[in-house]
């Protein structure tokens, strides 16, 4: 029986070394950073977001951001809204709107017959949609930044 004990014990304390070495809970050194997209004078719901690191190093990653109805946005590096390294950024913006809106009635015929209508998308943003033609660079200093204004034409 001490044997059987043994190896539950064994298994036990394997499984809580696993599962405490599994949870991770954030990268150390992300910062805030949070802001608005501006157009013409207006704020732009629903452009993707990528801020790609100019140089690259140990540690260094990108992070990315989808603005609001209201352009709003806040940075996410691993978990949504978690930050980014303070650093210096090239920014990539894309919009990405469907090819085909469906009517009602098409889409009241695909769900009748359990199908799915395709869709695909088309990126816009023109050259803001490549971070190397794009222009825009932000630096986010070692405290964050929480009302970063980006702004395009």
Known sequence: MKKY??????????????????KRTGLSGLV???GTVIQNGQPQAEVD???????????VRGASARTDEKG??????????DGIFPGEYKLKLTK???????TQAEEEAARVQNKSLPITYIEQMGKYADPDKSGLTVTIPKGGEKNLEIKID
């Open 96 to 102: 990405r709107t469907p090819d085909k809106v469906y």
């Open 32 to 34: 805030p950073c949070s």
């Open 72 to 81: 709003a946005f806040k940075v996410t590096t691993l978990e949504p809204g």
């Open 49 to 59: 977001m990528t801020f790609v690191p100019v140089s690259a190093g140990e540690g």
């Open 5 to 22: 004990q043994y190896a539950a014990l064994i298994s036990c304390l394997v499984v809580i070394f696993c599962l405490s070495g599994c």
